[in-house]
């Protein structure tokens, strides 16, 4: 078997891995489309629709379809806890998806109720090499995360847009198991884009609101 065929195995042994671990009820709730009812809130929903996109950035071309497995090993996951939560012990899982196209452009929603967040990004294969990320080694897929960046989901609005979360990354003269090393996260404004996801594959939600998330503090490390 080649070191490429290898490499894929284990990656995929590791996905096996971490959506088991993952499928719980909380999860499931997070990741799945609310049904609009009677509940008390905007519209009758308890949980409210965050969609937010993400782009790899790598050596100036953003990269293909960031939620699925790369045959390189690649693939991003979230966490997502109550803003003063610890994170050391949350666990990854794959955000929900607005439709399979989009999601391949790194389109992903999160179903939550009204409070304050944070969501942190982890990638296989990947290093967030900024103050504050952590970064695990292994002979198999090294993991890396970045630092958290914050966000509020409202009580007044169905659906909300927090932003384009972009990595700007390169590929690392490292160990073969590290394919991407991100040194630096902007948050940036699609909102004329959101809509046309919105429209297309959230319209039961109603009018989008945006509430831009904010991006870590954390300087980059040098």
Known sequence: MSNERTWLALALALVAVLSGGCADHGVKQMTTKPKLGTTEGAGGLERRVVLFRVELDVDGEPMDEPWTLHWSGLRLFTIVAPQDARLSSQRSFLPGRPSAASSDEGW????????????????????FATAGAQYITSESVPIGRSPPSMFAVPSDANLI???????????????????????????RDEAQRARQVAQT??????????????APQAKLAR
């Open 108 to 127: 992903a929603f999160l179903a939550l109720p009204p409070g304050a967040y944070q969501l942190v990004f982890e990638g296989m294969a990947i290093r």
């Open 161 to 187: 847009y927090i932003g384009t979360f972009t990595f700007a990354c390169h590929q690392p003269n490292g160990p073969d198991a590290l394919k991407l090393e991100c040194n630096s996260l902007e948050i």
């Open 201 to 214: 594959s959230l319209a039961q939600y109603g009018a989008m609101q945006e509430a831009l998330a904010s």
